[in-house]
């Protein structure tokens, strides 16, 4: 059976304090109080922000033996097709591979957007931007239905991507609930059920969601099953308003030791 790690996406959050921080606690000190906490996070700064070597090595020095990262994939890369964008990923190459060399690198995310649509151009694209990141190891999540077919996954699954699986709300359009396992590693994604916000909301009220105990426990058994295929499986909250991706990652932790 593989590990299943749970764990948060992102850890820099003000209004984790006195759930999660203790209010007198600076910022700079998230990260490691964190790492006491959680086995695992998803750095999504990235994605805002280029990351850069000297930032990534040091985040790594400063978590304990065995703690993974997962890394967000530049906005600049996708969905961005443009002359820059082998520049902008030898960049973000550079930077996580100081990550990649501490061995707490779990995977690259790279996250596309509803509207990156299932047309002939973005697919060539797709693959020129796998293939320049190659040398780590990669994670697709597709935001929209148009990805879901026999040929996207054999695809990903032949080059060694992994495919990420996400609960979110079932709203028409978005990728159907599935458990398929690319590679050695799974990765699992909660976005939280918040159908009302999800297409008019932002970064925060989009994913403002408190899973209950009910909608949880299923995917206890779920995951177990997933450990059964991969060596490992990667689980991150991205619920983050309001502290609800701390609650809701120690719950789901304790249902799955259980």
């Not at 948060?8 to 959050?13: A, C, I, K, Q, V």
């Not at 999504?44 to 922000?49: D, L, P």
Request: glycine share 8%.
């Amino acid at each position: 059976m593989g590990r299943i790690l749970v764990g948060t996406s992102g850890y820099s959050y003000d209004d984790w304090r006195g759930l999660l921080y203790p209010d007198s606690l600076g910022k700079e000190d998230f990260l490691e109080y964190y790492a006491l906490r959680f086995p695992f996070v998803e750095l999504n700064f990235s994605y805002y922000a280029m990351p850069n070597a000297r930032s990534l090595s040091n985040m790594a020095s400063r978590t304990p033996p065995g703690f993974l990262f997962t890394i967000k994939a530049h906005k600049s890369l996708p969905p961005a097709i443009g002359p820059d964008w082998p520049k902008d990923a030898a960049a973000f190459s550079d930077a996580v591979s100081a990550l990649a060399s501490s061995g707490k690198l779990a995977g690259i995310l790279v996250q596309l957007p509803f509207r990156f649509h299932y047309t002939n151009e973005n697919r060539i694209y797709l693959g020129k931007l796998l293939e320049r990141l190659k040398a780590f190891p990669l994670f697709v999540e597709f935001r929209n239905d148009e990805w879901q077919g026999e040929r996207t996954r054999d695809a990903l699954c032949k080059g060694g991507v992994g495919l990420v699986l996400v609960d979110k709300p079932d709203l028409a359009g978005l990728p159907p609930d599935m458990e398929a396992v690319c590679g050695k590693h799974a990765y699992i994604r909660f976005h939280g059920r918040n159908e009302d916000a999800w297409w008019s909301g932002d970064n925060v009220t989009r994913y403002d969601y408190p899973y209950t105990s009910g909608e949880l426990e299923p995917w206890a058994g779920r995951l177990k099953r997933l450990s059964g295929k991969a060596e490992l499986v990667l689980v991150a909250f991205n619920n983050h308003s309001k502290g609800r991706a701390v609650t809701n990652a120690e719950s789901l932790t304790a249902m799955i030791v259980q």
